[in-house]
C-alpha cells in the first residue's frame, strides 16, 4: 500500500531538509523510507528529513514534556541515510519556520518557543532575519586523529558536543580546506561511541575583527556526507577555535560555511554557559509524494 506525503522543501545556509506534518504521529516511516524521501535522485532530496509531530504522540516526545510541558512540537530528525540524530541546529531553524507557515505555531518575531528535539529541549527564538536557538551547554575534551582525502598527514581533532557528537580538526590555510576530498568520510581514531560529524577549520586573518572570531569551515556529516553547512557543526568549530584561542577568546563568532555564513555566541546562563547559533531559515517549494 503507497502512503502520499505533503511535504516542504527548506534549507538553512544550503543545508536542506524535506519536512512533513503529522501533528498525530500517525506516519512512521522507516529507514528505508527516510532515506528514499532524501535520495537526490530518486526522492525529493535532502540532507536530512524532519517530521513535525507533537511531542505527546511519540516515544521520545515524554522526556521532553518532562523537561518543559512547554514544549508541544517535537523535531523529529533523520539524516539523509535514515538514521535518526540528536539534533540539528539548521534544521531547527527551517523546522520554525516550516511550523509558522503550516499554522501549527504563532511566533512573532523576538517570542521563543520550546522544542522537543532527541538532544534535549531546545528553545527557538524568532529574530528579524531568521532564528537564533540556544544549543544549551557544551563540551569540548577528547582528542582523536582524522585522516580525510586529500590531506597529507592525520591530524589531531578536538572532540565536542552540542547536542550531538563532533570532531573538529583545524588546517592550515584556505588552500588545503579548499583541496580536501569529502566525498568519503573521514577516518576518526578513536571513534566516539556514536560516531562523529567532521568539521575542517581555518581561521580568517586576522581571526578576530571587531571583537567578532571568525573562521571558515567545511563539514563531513554523520549519516549524510558532505553538506554546505551544518549548524551544530558551525557551533562546535567556533567552540574548538575558542578554546584554542584561550584566554581573551571571542564569545560571538561568524561561520562561513559553503552555502552562507551562521552566527554563534556563548552566553553565561544560571546553569553554566551555553552555545547559541543564529541565520536564515527558507521555504522553498511543497509537494506530495507517494511512498
Ligand atoms: N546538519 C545538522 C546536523 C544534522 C545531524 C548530524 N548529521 C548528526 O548525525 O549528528 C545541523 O545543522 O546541525
Not at 522507516?30 to 517530521?51: C, E, H, K, M, S
Not at 588545503?176 to 568520510?185: R, T, V
Not at 556563548?266 to 541565520?279: I, K, R
Request: negative net charge; contains cysteine.
Amino acid at each position: 500500500m503507497s502512503i502520499d506525503i505533503a511535504f516542504t522543501k527548506g534549507h538553512g545556509t544550503g543545508n536542506d531538509f524535506v519536512l512533513f506534518s503529522d501533528p498525530d504521529g500517525a506516519v512512521v516511516l522507516d529507514a528505508a523510507q527516510l532515506a528514499a524521501l532524501a535520495d537526490r535522485r530518486f526522492g525529493i532530496g535532502g540532507d536530512g528529513v524532519i517530521r513535525a509531530v507533537r511531542s505527546a504522540n511519540l516515544p521520545e516526545g515524554s522526556g521532553a514534556l518532562d523537561e518543559d510541558p512547554d514544549a508541544e512540537w517535537f523535531m523529529d530528525y533523520h539524516n539523509a541515510d535514515g538514521s535518526p540524530a540528536e539534533m540539528c541546529g539548521n534544521g531547527i531553524r527551517v523546522y520554525g519556520a516550516y511550523l509558522i507557515s503550516e499554522g501549527l505555531l504563532d511566533l512573532p518575531v523576538g517570542e521563543t518557543v520550546s522544542i522537543g528535539t532527541r538532544g534535549g529541549v531546545r528553545r527557538l527564538t524568532r529574530t528579524d532575519d531568521g532564528f537564533e536557538v540556544d544549543l544549551g551547554p557544551f563540551v569540548v575534551a577528547g582528542e582523536a586523529m582524522v585522516a580525510a582525502r586529500r590531506l597529507e598527514i592525520d591530524r589531531p581533532g578536538l572532540a565536542v558536543g552540542v547536542g550531538n557528537p563532533h570532531v573538529v580538526v583545524a588546517l592550515a590555510d584556505d588552500g588545503e580546506l579548499d583541496a580536501l576530498d569529502l566525498s568519503e568520510a573521514p577516518v576518526v581514531t578513536p571513534l566516539p561511541p556514536d560516531g562523529a560529524n567532521v568539521e575542517f577549520v581555518v581561521p580568517a586573518e586576522p581571526l578576530v575583527a571587531a571583537g567578532v572570531g571568525r573562521i571558515r569551515m567545511r563539514v563531513h556529516e554523520r549519516g549524510s556526507g558532505e553538506t554546505l553547512s551544518c549548524g551544530t557543526g558551525a557551533a562546535a568549530a567556533a567552540l574548538a577555535t575558542r578554546a584554542w584561542a584561550g584566554r581573551g577568546a571571542p564569545d560571538a563568532w561568524r561561520v562561513r560555511v559553503p552555502g552562507g555564513e551562521v552566527g554563534v555566541r556563548v552566553v553565561e546562563t544560571p546553569d553554566g554557559p551555553h552555545v547559541l547559533l543564529s541565520g536564515p531559515a527558507e521555504l522553498v517549494f511543497d509537494g506530495t509524494v507517494s511512498l
